[in-house]
């Protein structure tokens, strides 16, 4: 099992950057994939940005070339950099670990963290 902590939500205006991190409770250097999600109200949740451990990216079309997915292994930590905020960036959002073990993928998920873009 992984357990995953979020922070850095916030409220910030737009045109803003927040830095949202994951820490994990395992090291991320063996976890398969990791990646941000987010949800507004009355939205499906949404891949926003996702790292394989061999450091391939994927990002929704939404958010490239503003938002930056990093890790940092020494700290088992995964960051989602986010500038040039916008109001429809606003969500809740959650970190993600795929684990493979025995051949299936296991998904496991943070508590969620709050991001308000707002003037």
């Known amino acids: 099992q992984v357990q995953l902590v979020e922070s850095g939500g916030g409220l910030v205006q737009p045109g803003g950057s927040l830095r949202l991190s994951c820490a994990a409770s395992k090291s991320i250097f063996s976890i398969y994939a990791m990646g941000w999600y987010r949800q507004a109200p009355g939205k499906q949740r949404e891949l926003v940005a996702a790292?394989?451990?061999?450091?391939?990216?994927n990002y929704a079309d939404s958010v490239k070339g503003r938002f930056t997915i990093s890790r940092d292994n020494a700290k088992n930590t995964v960051y989602l950099q986010m500038n040039s905020l916008k109001p429809e960036d606003t969500a809740v959002y959650y970190c993600?670990?795929?684990?493979?073990?025995?051949?299936?993928?296991?998904?496991?998920w943070g508590q969620g963290t709050q991001v308000t873009v707002s003037s």
């Open positions: 790292m394989t451990s061999g450091s391939i990216t």
């Open positions: 993600n670990a795929v684990v493979l073990n025995d051949g299936r993928l296991y998904d496991y």
